[in-house]
């Protein structure tokens, strides 16, 4: 059963930046960051493998980015120049062996955090 503990987040005035982590336990190979609003499905923003592998949506290019600590089990999004529409619940999400990517379908991770709010106004 895998343990994910997610931190960040809040409010800030567009153009500013946040930084959401997520920590899991035990050690899974993916790791990724979603985002969901009401208007809108989950959707993916980021994810980095043990082999620090980085893969972004398009929207995240360049604004965001996305580390991780392997001996911690940790990564870190920082979201810089943020706008309106980067407002959701984002989501922390994790998954084994196969490829990484924030573009692999919901049913594709194995475990989900219960979610950071980031307001963007």
């Known amino acids: 059963h895998v343990q994910l503990v997610e931190s960040g987040g809040g409010s800030v005035q567009a153009g500013g930046s946040l930084s959401l982590s997520c920590a899991a336990s035990p050690y899974r190979n993916c790791m990724a960051w979603f985002r969901q609003t009401p208007e809108k499905e989950r959707e993916g923003v980021a994810a980095?493998?043990?082999?620090?592998?980085?893969d972004y949506a398009d929207f995240a290019k360049g604004r965001f980015t996305i580390s991780r600590d392997n001996g911690k089990n940790m990564i870190v999004l920082q979201m810089n120049n943020l706008k309106p529409e980067d407002t959701g619940m984002y989501v922390c999400a994790v998954r084994g062996a196969g490829r990484c990517s924030a573009q692999r379908q919901r049913s594709d991770w194995e475990a989900w955090g219960q979610g950071t709010q980031v307001t963007v106004s």
């Open positions: 980095i493998d043990s082999f620090l592998d980085a």
